[in-house]
């Protein structure tokens, strides 16, 4: 690659605090999943024929139907660990699930639902002396908080541009020196030969300079976030009084605000006030009847409180004034929709 790529790769191993050639570009965040998983898992069994793989029902799809593809067409084992009712998982189920044939674990960084933050530093302690692989999906995480590697303590960790203000289409899977891994395409030997085809150098540019800017405004990134989502909760709790806080209320991304709004559903709730907000809910509509999400099925919410979910997120450009309006929006559309219900 040209050398002022170098240079960005540099930056974008700055950022997580590791070396360049540990830095594979990917075409997404789904990419490096799956790179991860699979190529991690097999290059377990090859190498001493482990056989299991350990993840979290609240895994994105890139890992979670990677690892359930893997059990159902490869002939792995797989344990999908609990969470607890904010989402988060007990390091002490992932020392219990481990086994001699554990290849590999996956454990996502935040949530991408709910925002809640995993005890990464405290998983990677067990797998490390246990002699297993941990991957972590940091997709939600950069530009939001710290993605250190060393701190985590992980030896593969996906990212996805698009989540921190670089173009979709460009991901990075990090590979920590001497990590087995096998390469899940075939091809010429780019990206250390686990990523072959020729790069596309203006994407490359583009992540690397995103992650630059990242790392250099994190603090104030923080800071802004949180105020913003914050203030969208306490009028939120205003005007809507049993609304509740879904995810872990301080180990969680500072963007996200995952709530239930009483009485309503979410889904109803966003399409009455789709001219003022764009949010997604926390559940997926299939054939006419509310099907709750996995992520908030692993998290046990009672039906009236899952089919209430509404996710809120907010981003750097976001304003006060942006978010008293919205607060505002999905106030008086709670309002008219529990006066119809009446
Ligand atoms: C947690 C998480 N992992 C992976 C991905 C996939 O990233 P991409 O859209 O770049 O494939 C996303 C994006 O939605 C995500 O939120």
Not at 13 to 19: R, S
Not at 70 to 98: C, I, K, M, Q, S
Not at 255 to 270: C, D, I, K, M
């Amino acid at each position: 690659m040209p050398c002022f790529v170098t240079i960005l790769v540099r930056t974008v191993a700055d950022v997580l605090n590791c070396a360049p050639d540990e830095i594979i570009f990917t075409g997404c965040g789904s990419e490096s999943d799956n790179l991860a998983v699979r190529g991690g898992a097999l290059a377990a069994r090859e190498q001493r024929g482990a056989n299991h793989i350990v993840t979290t029902p609240i895994e994105h799809p890139a890992v979670l139907a990677t690892a359930r593809h893997l059990r159902d067409h490869f002939g792995f084992e797989l344990t999908e660990l609990p969470v607890d009712h904010e989402g988060r998982v007990n390091p002490d189920d992932v020392a219990r699930a481990l086994r001699p044939d554990t290849a590999l674990v996956s454990v996502m960084y935040a949530n991408n639902e709910i925002g809640t933050i995993q005890p990464i530093t405290e998983i990677a302690a067990i797998t490390r002396q246990a002699g297993v692989l941990l991957h972590t999906d940091a997709a939600q995480s950069t530009g939001k908080i710290a993605v250190d590697v060393n701190e985590l303590g992980v030896d593969l960790l996906t990212l996805a541009g698009h989540k921190f203000y670089a173009t979709k289409g460009v991901g990075v899977l990090y590979v920590r020196r001497g990590t087995p891994i096998a390469g899940v395409l075939a091809g010429a030997g780019q990206e250390h030969g686990l990523r072959p085809g020729t790069e596309c150098v203006p994407l490359v540019v583009g992540l690397g300079v995103a992650a630059q800017l990242a790392g250099e405004r994190l603090s104030q990134a923080q800071a802004h976030l949180l105020r913003m989502r914050d203030r969208l909760h306490a009028l939120l709790q205003q005007n809507i009084p049993d609304i509740r806080l879904n995810g872990h209320p301080s180990e969680r991304l500072p963007n996200t605000l995952h709530v239930s709004f009483p009485s309503v559903s979410g889904e109803e709730l966003l399409r009455s006030a789709a001219a003022d907000v764009a949010a997604s809910v926390g559940s997926a509509c299939h054939a006419g009847s509310h099907a709750v999400s996995g992520v908030l099925a692993a998290l046990g919410l009672e039906p009236p409180v899952a089919a209430g979910a509404v996710r809120l997120s907010v981003g750097l450009p976001t304003t006060e004034d942006e978010i008293e309006h919205a607060a505002a929006a999905l106030a008086a559309a709670w309002v008219r929709h529990t006066r119809k219900g009446r």
